[in-house]
C-alpha cells in the first residue's frame, strides 16, 4: 500500500475524485475502496482525509469537539477561506453558538408540533396518486418526488406563492458548494445572484405567513429564546435544507420500489411500514452523500496521524453500505431495521427536519400503496448530477391501479 507523502501522516493513498464525473455517475465502487483502503485515507488531489466505515463515520460525527463543523461541512476551510454565504447558524456552528438555534427549530419540527399536519398532507397525497393514476405513465422523479415536497413545504413554513421556482436551484447549488469549484458549482452562478436574493427576502419576518415554521422561529425571537438576528438566517436553513432533500428521499424509495416489486408487495399488504421503507431507502441511497468535518487537534487513527484543521471526509453513502455493519447491505429490505443509518447524520447535528421527511414520505407511500397496485419501469432512469446530494432526475414508470 502507498502512504501519503504528508509530513506527519502515513494513510493509504486513494486516486478517486470523489466529486468528478465518474463517481458522481456510480459511486459505490469508490465507497468499497475507501473502506478496504483502512480507517482513514488520504486523497492527494484536494489534501484532504476521508472515511468510509460504518464506525468511523459514526464515531467522527459524534465527536463534535474533535470534528467541527464551525470551520464549514464542505471542502472549503472556513478557517482559511471566506464562506461563498454567512454561514449556517445550525449547520455550520459549533456549541455554544449551536445550542440556542439548534433547540428552537428542534421543538417546532418535533413529531409532536407536526401532529397537525398529518391528515392534510395525506389528504394532498392522495390528490396526487389520483393526478398520476388518471395518467398511467409518468415520470416518479419529476412528477411525484419534485412535486409532493413542493406541494406541502412551502406552505407549512408559511411561504408567498409566488418565486416557489427558486427553492430547488438554490437548494442544489448549496448541496454543490459543499465540493470543490467544479463545473456543477459553475452552472449554479448564472442564477445564483437573483435565487438567493429571492431567498433572503423570504426569511423576513413581513414576507412569512402569520402562522407556519417561519412564523414560530419569529416567535421565538420574540420569547428571547434567540435574538431577532438570527431568526432570518434560521428560516433560510429551512428553505435550503428542506426541500431537495426530501426531493431525493423520495425519488430514492420510489426508484428502490420499482427496483424491488416483491418490496412493493409487501408494502401494500402492510402499508405501516411506509416508514421503514422511507429510512430504508434514506440508508441505501444517502440522498445526501457526504459531509465534511474539520479537525480540532492532531489525531491518530492506529498510527494514521491526521493533523489539527484538517479536512475530512464523511461518506454517509459508504457507512450505509458497510458489510461490517450492515448484513446484505446492497439489498433493500423492508424485514431489515435501518435504524441506526448516518443518512441523516448522527450527533448533535443530526437532521433537524427528518420528522418532515418521514411525514412527507409517509403520505406519499401510505397514499400509493392504497391505490396501486405495481410500478414498473418503461425506461431506463436517469441520474440527477451533484456534488453532494444523490436522486434521480427521471424514473420513467406506469402505474397499475389496484
Ligand atoms: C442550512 C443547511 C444547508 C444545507 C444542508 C443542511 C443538511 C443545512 O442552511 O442550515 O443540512
Keep these: ?158 411561504l408567498r406563492q409566488d418565486g416557489r421556482e427558486n427553492l430547488l436551484p438554490y437548494g442544489d447549488h448549496t448541496f454543490n458548494s459543499f465540493g470543490p469549484p467544479n463545473a456543477l458549482v459553475q452552472k449554479g452562478q448564472d442564477h445564483l445572484g437573483m435565487t438567493s436574493a429571492w431567498i433572503a427576502a423570504q426569511c423576513g419576518r413581513e414576507a412569512l405567513a402569520a402562522t407556519g415554521f417561519g412564523a414560530d422561529i419569529w416567535a421565538a425571537a420574540d420569547r428571547g429564546d434567540i435574538t431577532h438576528e438570527m431568526a432570518p438566517l434560521i428560516v433560510r436553513s429551512l428553505l435550503t435544507a428542506g426541500v431537495d432533500t426530501t426531493v431525493h428521499g423520495l425519488s430514492a424509495v420510489i426508484h428502490a420500489f420499482v427496483e424491488h416489486p416483491d418490496q412493493w408487495d409487501r408494502l401494500r399488504a402492510q402499508p405501516g411500514l411506509a416508514r421503514v421503507a422511507f429510512d430504508e431507502a434514506v440508508r441505501l441511497e444517502s440522498p445526501v452523500q457526504t459531509f465534511f468535518r474539520t479537525t480540532t487537534r492532531d489525531l491518530d ?68 400503496a392504497r391505490r396501486i397496485r405495481r410500478v414498473d419501469a418503461v425506461g431506463p432512469a436517469v441520474r440527477h448530477q451533484n456534488n453532494t446530494l444523490r436522486g434521480w432526475k427521471s424514473i420513467p414508470i406506469q402505474v397499475v391501479p389496484v
Design 1 to 158: 500500500m502507498l502512504t501519503a507523502d504528508h509530513p506527519r501522516s502515513a494513510a493509504p493513498i486513494l486516486t478517486d475524485d470523489p466529486f468528478g464525473r465518474e463517481v458522481l455517475t456510480d459511486p459505490l465502487p469508490f465507497h468499497e475502496r475507501l473502506r478496504e483502503a483502512g480507517r482513514v485515507a488520504y486523497l492527494p488531489q484536494y489534501d484532504l482525509f476521508a472515511m468510509g466505515r460504518y464506525d468511523d463515520v459514526h464515531a467522527s460525527l459524534t465527536d463534535w469537539q474533535t470534528f467541527q463543523s464551525a470551520a464549514g461541512v464542505g471542502m472549503s476551510n472556513f478557517r482559511k477561506e471566506k464562506p461563498w454565504r454567512p454561514p449556517s447558524l445550525l449547520l455550520e456552528a459549533d456549541p455554544p453558538h449551536h445550542d440556542a438555534p439548534r433547540a428552537v427549530l428542534e421543538e417546532i419540527l418535533s413529531p409532536r408540533r407536526l401532529r397537525h399536519l398529518h391528515a392534510q398532507w395525506l389528504a394532498d397525497a392522495e390528490v396526487l396518486v389520483d393526478e398520476i393514476l388518471d395518467r398511467g405513465e409518468l415520470d416518479g422523479a419529476h412528477d411525484i418526488a419534485d412535486v409532493f415536497p413542493l406541494r406541502v413545504f412551502p406552505d407549512a413554513v408559511g
Design 301 to 368: 487513527i492506529d498510527g494514521v496521524v491526521i493533523p489539527d484543521s484538517q479536512k475530512v471526509l464523511l461518506v454517509l453513502a459508504a457507512a450505509n453500505r458497510d458489510p461490517r455493519h450492515w448484513v446484505d447491505p446492497d439489498r433493500f429490505d423492508l424485514s431489515r431495521d435501518p435504524s441506526g443509518h448516518v443518512g441523516f447524520g448522527m450527533g448533535i447535528h443530526q437532521c433537524v427536519g427528518q420528522h418532515v421527511a418521514r411525514l412527507e414520505a409517509e403520505a406519499v407511500l401510505t397514499a400509493m
